[in-house]
């Protein structure tokens, strides 16, 4: 996937937008915000150290008014999750990981987007 990821960019099909690299522990959950225009196309890799994280979901959320709107996800099982959309509004977008599962052993994981 990075591979491909910088494939897209070196062909100027894509336009890196920033990155993230945290740690999941506990809950594992991680947020970020990132503005998006309108109908502009993304797409958001994401990496997991797999020696502590076997299944890592993505979501995107925008606000519309008082509501939450979907955009895209992935639960597929995987520790390598992408997505891409193309964003239905301009504004600020919520992006959310969830470590479906770690390892046996692990209760924290390195993550990468």
């Known amino acids: 996937m990075a591979l491909y990821a910088a ?8 336009t890196p937008v920033g990155g993230v690299a945290s740690v999941l522990n506990g809950s594992g959950q991680g947020q970020v915000w990132h503005d998006f225009k309108k ?8 990496m997991a150290d797999t020696s502590t994280i076997t ?5 995107v959320f925008y606000r519309d008014g ?3 709107k979907a955009v895209a996800c992935n639960t597929d099982n995987e520790p390598h999750s992408y997505v891409y959309f193309t964003a ?5 977008y919520a992006i959310i990981w969830r470590v479906a599962k770690f390892t046996g ?6 993550f990468s987007s």
């Open 66 to 68: 008082n509501e939450w």
């Open 55 to 59: 299944d890592l979901d993505i979501a």
């Open 105 to 110: 052993t692990a209760k924290e994981g390195i």
């Open 39 to 46: 109908d502009g196309e993304y797409y958001l890799v994401t």
């Open 88 to 92: 239905p509004e301009s504004g600020e």
């Open 7 to 14: 494939r897209l960019a070196i062909r100027g099909k894509a």
